[in-house]
């Protein structure tokens, strides 16, 4: 969807935010915002927001981000959708509340002035957002229940640093790329980083149905404001002893394989080519509403039953379909290599160095076309 980035130099002994490194944080994220770049610096320059934008809702530019309150005390930096905005702009404007544009952007605001932290649980969709108290001098961050949209952070006991992206962080040049052993152990065992640990020791992610504040004292703990575990698990202990197991590995495959796996691999691949990737089943108010059902839901019924729930039923050239997986289909991409240039690629291994030639070509391509200045495409 969009790329967020932010430093605030909290500490009164620290430096002032440095220009240079904000926008080298934000342009490393070209890939997740290619229609425009913002970025808005404090009076006295101690905090700075940035933003890359992938234009959804609202395509004008008064939608366009960082987004300032009309009173001019909030602002904000957001990426993801908020599903429930329509109903949450409808209920604002019926307590007088006025709206410069048609995003959802703008509602966030809105609710952050009316109710403060607490709004966070008010939202239902995928977002990761910062919001600058101009008067309190806090910055607010938040992210989605299941953690479908990253947030990154780094904190060093001065000046604290967030984005959409670790390797954004790092582009900046002021922190530190010692290895996180808990990451890396943990990408051995199960194939992924387990949250809050990266790679990198002194960068963390926001956990998923997390908020977190920074005062001029510096960064709290995070929060939770909504945790899916309680409620996947209420549904397992309720459940007849046969199915409890069944709850159980679902809870462990949802809050374990589908958030630090499928999800932040969805999110990196889609932004990789700056598309928008929507999991309409990945809801809170889904699971809220589906967890006392779902354990005694066996086999291919909870597909079928799924298949059925709309209006209009599923037709059943889709329902019973084979099962695609999560692949990707390099196997096929290296057959077509080899059948259209089979003497280039008939000894053992060709084929798969002639495929990462073509990727690297490729990449040297999308690099070459990325902006070298910070306002080239503003």
């Not at 809702?57 to 909030?74: N, V």
């Not at 509340?97 to 649980?121: C, P, W």
């Not at 809801?283 to 066996?298: G, H, M, N, Y």
């Amino acid at each position: 969807m969009c790329g967020v980035a932010g430093i605030f130099a909290y500490h009164p002994a620290a430096s002032s935010v440095n220009r240079a490194e904000l926008i080298k944080i934000r342009d490393a994220m070209f890939a997740r915002g290619p229609d425009g770049a913002g970025e808005w610096f404090e009076d006295g320059e101690r905090l700075g927001l940035a933003h890359r934008r992938l234009s959804i809702i609202d395509l004008s530019e008064r939608a366009a981000q960082p987004m300032h309150s009309i009173c001019g005390r909030f602002h904000v930096t957001f990426n993801g959708e908020i599903y429930n905005f329509p109903e949450i702009r409808e209920q604002l404007k019926a307590q007088g509340r006025h709206f410069q544009s048609n995003s959802d952007t703008e509602v966030l605001l809105h609710l952050y002035e009316l109710k403060g932290e607490s709004m966070a649980a008010d939202l239902r969709g995928m977002f990761a957002f910062a919001i600058w108290d101009s008067v309190k001098k806090e910055l607010f961050l938040a992210r989605d229940p299941y953690g479908i949209k990253p947030l990154y952070y780094a904190d060093d006991g001065w000046t604290f640093r967030f984005a959409s992206q670790v390797k954004s962080i790092l582009a900046g040049g002021r922190v530190s790329r010692d290895p996180e052993p808990a990451g890396v152990v943990g990408f051995y065992l199960w194939g992924s980083v387990p949250d809050p640990f990266t790679l990198y020791r002194d960068i963390r992610a926001v956990p998923a149905g997390h908020s977190l504040k920074v005062t001029i004292a510096g960064p709290e703990m995070p929060r939770p404001y909504m945790r899916i575990s309680p409620l996947a698990l209420l549904a397992a202990e309720t459940d007849p002893k046969p199915v409890s197991g069944y709850s159980r590995v679902s809870l462990l495959e949802s809050t374990q394989y589908m958030k630090n796996q499928l999800l932040r691999d969805a999110d990196w691949a889609g932004m990789a080519h700056s598309l928008e990737i929507r999991t309409p089943f990945v809801d809170i108010e889904v699971l809220k509403k589906l967890s006392c059902v779902t354990p005694f839901l066996k086999g291919r019924s909870g597909k079928q039953a799924l298949g059925k729930s709309p209006i209009s039923p599923l037709p059943e050239e889709v329902t019973q379909r084979a099962k695609t997986g999560f692949g990707v289909p390099i196997g096929g991409w290296l057959a077509k290599l080899v059948a259209e240039q089979p003497s280039e690629y008939a000894t053992k291994g060709s084929a798969s160095r002639g495929w990462g030639r073509y990727v690297l070509s490729e990449q040297k391509a999308l690099t070459e076309k990325m902006p070298t200045s910070p306002r080239a495409v503003a």
